[in-house]
C-alpha cells in the first residue's frame, strides 16, 4: 500500500518529502481499488436519504489496480518528482485481492463511482500542492 507517516504535518520540516515518498509492501502485484472521496460521499448521501434501503451495500469501485502500478502512476503525476519506490517486507495477512462489488449499490441506488482513478489522484495532487505552497508564503 502507499502510506504516508501518520506523524508527519504539511508544516513538518519534512513534509515536502514525506509527500512524495512511496512505499509499496512485497512486490506491489496485490490489487486494490481506489475512488475519489465524491463519489463515495454521493453513494453514501443516496444510501443515507433512500426511502427503504438499509443497507448493507458497497460503495466501493470496482476497478483494480496493482499497489506497484498506482505507485508508478502518482510518482509520474507529481511534477518534477524524483521521487524511487521503496519495497518494504509485505504483510503476512495482507489479501492479493480486494475488488468490490457494487452491483447492489448500482441497481437499488443508481450509483457507481463516475471520476476516473487518474483525475481523482491529480485533484489529490493539486489540492496538497496548493496547501504546501500556501504553508510556504504564510512563512516568508
Given at each position: 500500500?502507499?502510506r504516508?507517516?501518520?506523524?508527519?504535518?504539511l508544516?513538518?520540516?519534512s513534509?515536502?518529502?514525506?509527500?512524495?515518498?512511496?512505499?509499496?509492501y512485497g512486490?506491489?502485484e496485490?490489487?486494490?481499488?481506489?475512488?475519489?472521496?465524491?463519489?463515495?460521499?454521493?453513494?453514501f448521501?443516496?444510501?443515507?436519504?433512500?426511502?427503504?434501503?438499509?443497507?448493507?451495500?458497497?460503495?466501493?469501485?470496482?476497478?483494480?489496480?496493482?499497489?506497484?502500478?498506482?505507485?508508478?502512476?502518482?510518482?509520474?503525476?507529481?511534477?518534477?518528482?524524483?521521487?524511487?519506490?521503496v519495497?518494504?517486507?509485505?504483510?503476512?495477512?495482507?489479501?492479493?485481492?480486494?475488488?468490490?462489488?457494487n452491483?447492489?449499490a448500482?441497481r437499488?441506488?443508481?450509483?457507481?463511482?463516475?471520476?476516473?482513478?487518474?483525475?481523482?489522484f491529480?485533484?489529490?495532487?493539486?489540492?496538497?500542492s496548493?496547501?504546501?505552497n500556501?504553508?510556504?508564503?504564510?512563512?516568508?
Open positions: 500500500m502507499i504516508r507517516p501518520p506523524r508527519s504535518t508544516s513538518s520540516s513534509a515536502a518529502s514525506d509527500v512524495y515518498k512511496r512505499q509499496v512486490t506491489g496485490y490489487t486494490r481499488s481506489f475512488q475519489y472521496f465524491e463519489d463515495l460521499l454521493e453513494g448521501w443516496r444510501l443515507v436519504f433512500h426511502p427503504t434501503e438499509t443497507g448493507p451495500v458497497n460503495l466501493g469501485n470496482p476497478e483494480e489496480y496493482t499497489v506497484l502500478d498506482i505507485a508508478k502512476k502518482v510518482v509520474s503525476m507529481i511534477p518534477g518528482s524524483t521521487s524511487k519506490i519495497h518494504l517486507e509485505a504483510a503476512k495477512d495482507d489479501p492479493k485481492q480486494r475488488r468490490p462489488d452491483s447492489k448500482l437499488v441506488l443508481g450509483w457507481a463511482p463516475k471520476i476516473p482513478v487518474e483525475e481523482g491529480q485533484r489529490t495532487i493539486d489540492e496538497f496548493a496547501r504546501l500556501k504553508q510556504k508564503e504564510s512563512t516568508k
